[in-house]
């Protein structure tokens, strides 16, 4: 069975700071996807990136950036010089297969990120 | 612009009480389902469908009820609403082909239940 753990389940930071959100996912696919979404308070779910198995290369957006190891099934993410404005729920996700699938992903619970001035 | 439409945004019942919560995506998306939220647990799958006709369990379906008639709508039913159901439910969509494309799971704004 799939599996998806985020450990922090809140972080605090001071505005500037690069903050580095850990994600370790459970499969025994080959052939699996793995998810970042942003819950910000408003509530609502905003896609941030998704990474297949097949590409191991990290990846980097502004001031965004994931590392995707599968020797140590991890997908961490990592936001470089925080701002106010990054202050929300981050969840990792996975889904296991190909077609078929697509609409099941598993959800880790969630890390608070609080960025203060 | 629509995407993926849930309605209500929120919702009060009595227990025992039913209702559906309705979702619908402009996409033309074969790949619907509906997840529920809640503190501490992130979210969590109920059912969900591969295209028009087909629906399947996912983690926690009991107390609820899909149908996907057309590929456009996916409303999910709460036959006897229970307090334990009091939570926020979201509904996505994707294309599934996701060996090519941005490969979104696209979430509508979700629903907030609450079950007296």
């Known amino acids: 069975a799939q599996k998806v753990t985020q450990a922090q389940t809140e972080i605090s930071v001071v505005e500037k700071e690069d903050v580095t959100l850990d994600c370790v996912y459970e499969?025994?696919?080959?052939?699996?996807?793995l998810f970042w979404y942003k819950q910000p308070p408003s509530g609502e779910l905003v896609f941030l990136i998704r990474?297949?198995?097949?590409?191991?290369q990290n990846e980097i957006s502004g001031r965004y950036s994931w590392n995707f190891q599968k020797s140590t099934s991890s997908f961490n993410f990592t936001i470089t010089a925080s701002q106010v404005v990054d202050s929300a729920v981050y969840f990792c996700?996975?889904?296991?297969?190909?077609?078929?699938?697509?609409?099941?992903?598993?959800f880790g619970t969630g890390t608070r990120l609080q960025v203060t001035l | 612009n629509a995407g993926v439409t849930q309605t209500p945004k929120f919702q009060v019942l009595k227990t025992g009480q039913s209702m559906t919560l309705q979702c619908a995506q402009d996409?033309?998306?074969?790949?619907m389902s509906w997840y529920r939220q809640d503190p501490g647990m992130g979210l969590r799958l109920i059912h969900y469908?591969?295209?028009?006709?087909?629906?399947d369990q996912g983690e926690v379906p009991n107390g609820y009820n899909v149908s996907r008639s057309t590929t456009e709508d996916f409303p999910l039913r709460l036959l006897s609403a229970a307090p334990s159901q009091t939570s926020v439910y979201f509904c996505?969509?994707?294309?599934?082909?996701?060996?090519?494309?941005?490969?979104?799971?696209?979430f509508g704004e979700g629903s907030r239940l609450t079950v007296l």
């Open positions: 996505a969509s994707t294309s599934g082909r996701w060996t090519s494309g941005r490969g979104e799971l696209f």
């Open positions: 499969t025994r696919d080959t052939t699996y996807y």
């Open positions: 990474r297949n198995s097949f590409d191991e």
């Open positions: 996700a996975l889904s296991e297969g190909d077609t078929g699938t697509a609409s099941k992903l598993t």
């Open positions: 996409m033309n998306h074969e790949y």
């Open positions: 469908s591969v295209g028009a006709g087909i629906t």
